[in-house]
């Protein structure tokens, strides 16, 4: 069974003992509702670390005003049973008293990386992450953290904030994990309709045929991106081909160097998904 483990205080003892016995500890961050992408961080984290803690936590500071997180879906039970088959040690999942017992002040701000795609669109939503991810560093005390691509700029920011703030971690990051339609894997796909839930694998499919194809212009990518969503009840939210590591935008494809990431949303839920070309 892993030990569940709610102080942040808890946390770094326990971490302190695993490191008096010379054990290298990896930290998957997440928000619970694991699957099976979740679940791959974890194994990836194992290939490099002696104890793994996952994180559960719903952080509410990365959240905009009008977003979901009274409806992002909580699964605690589950996520422990998912957890103990892989072998997980702890779980550290706190309370959002435990993390912020006092009115925070002190921000943790990428300021470049985070300015277009997902930050354009959701303000504030960056700087909760980074300070959140911090704060686990500073509760789990990790050797190693583990990150997905399917939110590749998150990745990206986080990997500036390790190397910017001189924090001792290695980070990976693990490739993006599908359902059988190819579907990028989300939390969030638990709450799309049953009709979104079908169309939804649209989105990848087209992300996926752009290195086939010959269209090469930002805009009529963008374009035909947009038709094709709002024909299955999607509004994209943005459509960016961006170099693959300052994130600046780029107007005709290029090979090798160019990330195409979107977001969509169907109904409430909005899904993200991207491709490295
Ligand atoms: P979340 O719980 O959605 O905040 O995600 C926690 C971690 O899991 C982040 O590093 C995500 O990038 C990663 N992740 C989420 N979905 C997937 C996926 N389908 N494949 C791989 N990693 C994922």
């Known amino acids: 069974m892993p030990k569940i483990i709610q102080s942040i205080k808890a946390m ?3 971490v302190k003992t695993w490191r008096k016995n010379d054990h290298l500890v990896g930290l998957v961050p997440t928000m619970g509702c694991l699957h099976e992408g979740h679940l791959s ?24 005003p009008n977003e979901d997180f009274a409806q992002y879906p909580r699964t605690f039970e589950e996520d422990i049973e998912k957890c103990l088959k892989e ?45 959140v991810v911090t704060k686990l560093f500073n509760a789990c005390l990790p050797d190693v953290a583990v990150f997905g691509q399917k939110d590749a700029q998150q990745a990206l920011i986080i990997k500036k904030m390790i190397l910017d703030l001189n924090f ?56 035909n991106f947009a038709e094709k969503m709002s ?9 960016s081909v961006v170099s693959k590591d300052s994130l600046l935008p780029i107007e005709e494809i290029e090979e090798e160097n160019t990330l195409i990431a979107v977001a969509v949303r169907m109904g409430p839920v909005r899904l993200i998904d991207n491709i490295f070309i």
């Not at 961080?41 to 905009?64: C, M, W």
């Not at 079908?198 to 963008?222: C, E, G, M």
């Not at 024909?231 to 459509?239: H, L």
Request: proline share 6%; glycine share 6%.
């Open 12 to 14: 770094q003892q326990q």
């Open 41 to 64: 961080l974890i194994r990836e984290a194992y290939k490099h670390a002696d104890k793994v803690v996952v994180s559960i936590f719903v952080n509410p500071t990365q959240f905009g």
């Open 87 to 131: 072998g997980v040690h702890a779980i550290f999942n706190p309370t959002i008293e435990d993390m912020y017992p006092v009115p925070q002040t002190t921000w943790v701000d990428e300021e470049e990386l985070s300015k277009g795609l997902c930050g354009a669109s959701r303000p504030g939503h960056f700087r909760g992450v980074t300070s």
């Open 168 to 223: 001792s971690i290695d980070m990976i990051i693990a490739p993006t994990v599908r359902e059988y339609d190819e579907l990028a894997m989300s939390s969030r796909n638990l709450l799309l309709t049953a009709e979104h839930r079908l169309n939804a694998p649209q989105i990848y499919q087209f992300l996926k045929q752009i290195p086939k194809s010959n269209v090469r212009s930002t805009r009529t990518l963008q374009q």
């Open 231 to 239: 024909a299955i009840g999607g509004q994209v939210d943005y459509f």
